[in-house]
């Protein structure tokens, strides 16, 4: 099974080991990459076909954490 983000973040070596990054720069990182993600899915599907009838919609009650706790310690 995969490692998960929360689970090595506070390991900064295992972090940059794993993707060439310092956990500094994954944070820079994490909030223009959710704006670009969003403004693909409002016209793309996930297999990548145009959206036609619904518009994405991110989930409002996750279990998930938020971008902004995955990839920091805390939010702004």
Same mark, same amino acid.
């Given at each position: 099974m995969g490692r998960r983000? !929360? !689970?090595i973040k506070h390991n900064s070596e295992l972090v940059q080991a794993l993707t060439s990054m310092t956990v500094e720069e994954i944070a820079e990182l994490a909030g223009p990459f959710e704006t670009a993600f969003r403004e693909h899915m409002a016209e793309w599907?996930? !297999?990548g076909k145009p959206r036609k009838n619904r518009s994405y919609v991110g989930y409002t009650n996750t279990p998930l954490p938020t971008?902004?706790?995955?990839?920091t310690s805390r939010c702004v």
């Open positions: 983000y !929360e !689970e599907t996930l !297999e971008p902004c706790l995955l990839y």
